[in-house]
């Protein structure tokens, strides 16, 4: 764990926040490479939980809601201290509130404009990614326990006869998410009910084996019932019997700071390459940060440099983030790619100018994971890197 916290600043993926004046338990922040990675799940978890089905929607609810809504859902009185109080307004318009410590609540409460916009025929669900807020006792574990941290959700309203069904085809999904970004050491644990939270009948953790705890929560599949909507006074007129009734809830809840944590730990890898010891992130193509890297073999060299050049920009045409890197020696270039986790390294030759005739245009390919090089001709590079 303290290497892997170590390469995250060496490489700039999280720091301490305010760390000049000392840290603040329980708060980091994303640097360059974190954040893409960050962006990265989040998009992946869109893409498998909203996009890639046909009965899902996506919002973005407020932070900071009516004081009522954490009133009615239960939070105020279950939570107690860990939520975060917070005022809002002066003088006599003055509200006192709590930021919310789950994105949920923003969900149920839409309810009616999710059924006025859209009209959704049940089962259906709602999406939701953004932060969230608890005044932990004890943060710790680096981005484990946090009291400022970020959720990727989803609320989804089935009839109560068929929630056994639904609760099983999210199971799967959310195995299927964890197999996609390469986390393989997760088991599942039922909780008992004296340890469920207030509004869950069942409630399934998702367990990683972390180096500071072989079963700790990584996400949470719980069935909420119809204890939200019920509490708010919200209700769904079925349009199959012509009867309002209360839709009930399961939920998907992945933290989205322990997923990264647990990509970061399962990618974290070491192994001796060309006699030399080295470490590498064996993060997946489709989250790793950067999807290639483009040297010139030297940096003295302008034709070298501007073929470089050239090749950068044509990849940048079609992938998101390409680097181009002419600091250092080759091997001091690969290492630095290979911690960030980028899957290729491209560099740039006297060949693919043509000092062997039948070499010109091609380059050379690395891979991050074996290290072995291949050349492939500048027009396959796309493909490859796909
Ligand atoms: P724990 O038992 O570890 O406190 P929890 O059961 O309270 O977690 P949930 O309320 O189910 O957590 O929240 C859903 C998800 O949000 C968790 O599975 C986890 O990924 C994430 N999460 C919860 N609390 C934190 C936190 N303090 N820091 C970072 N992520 C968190």
Redesign the pocket.
Known sequence: MEELISLCKRRGFIYPSSEIYGGFAGFWNYGHYGTILKDNIKHLWKQRFVFDREDMFITDTSIISNPKVLQTSGHVKNFGNELFKVEVGTGEEKAVTHLRA?TAQGIFVDFKNTIDAYHPKLPFGVAQIGK?F?N?IS?RDF?????E?E?MEVEYFVRSSNWEESFEVWRKQMNEFAQELGIYKISEEEVSEKDR?HYSKRTI?FVFEYPFDER?????L?YRTDFDLKNHNLDYLDEETGERMVPHVIEP???V???ILATLLSAYSTDELGGEARIYLKLPKEIAPVKAAVFPLLKNKPELVSKAREVYAELKKTFSNIEFDDNGNIGKRYRRQDEIGTPFCVTIDFDTLGETQALKDTVTIRDRDTGEQKRVKIEDLKEVIR
């Not at 981005?143 to 009291?147: M, N, T």
């Not at 700790?216 to 949470?220: I, P, T």
């Open positions: 789950e969230a608890r932990e943060p981005i484990f326990r946090q009291r941290f959720q939270a953790d700790g929560e990584l996400w949470g719980a809840s992945l933290g700071d322990r997923t």
